[in-house]
């Protein structure tokens, strides 16, 4: 069974920055291409980033320039900076992880945290 415990988030002015850190713990192979993902009330969940296991990025337009994406693989853990935050990154955000466990590759969530930009 894995798990992610995410840490982070909360509220911020218009401008501000916050840190998102999910760390993957329990009993697996390896980890794979992890990221983070969002979703506004009332809109479908949506990609924010991901990271492959080498370090490899990639961004919608909404936040490419704004949001990076990062991970420590010694540490199990995938960060998400987020700067020059606007009224619209306002959301629930969850971070996954594609595990490999005994060589079945499974897509793990994390418990939602949310995210408030006031204007």
């Known amino acids: 069974q894995v798990q992610l415990l995410k840490s982070g988030g909360g509220l911020a002015q218009a401008g501000g920055s916050l840190r998102l850190s999910c760390a993957a713990s329990?009993?697996?192979?390896?980890?794979?291409?992890m990221g983070w993902y969002r979703q506004a009330p009332g809109k479908q969940r949506e990609l924010v980033a991901i990271i492959t296991s080498g370090g490899s990025t990639n961004y919608p337009d909404s936040v490419k320039g704004r949001f990076t994406i990062s991970r420590d693989n010694a540490k199990n853990t995938v960060y998400l900076q987020m700067n020059s935050l606007k009224p619209e990154d306002t959301a629930v955000y969850y971070c996954?992880?594609?595990?490999?466990?005994?060589?079945?590759?499974?897509?793990?969530w994390g418990q939602g945290t949310q995210v408030t930009v006031s204007s």
């Open positions: 996954n992880a594609n595990v490999n466990i005994r060589g079945v590759v499974l897509t793990s």
């Open positions: 329990g009993t697996f192979s390896s980890i794979g291409v």
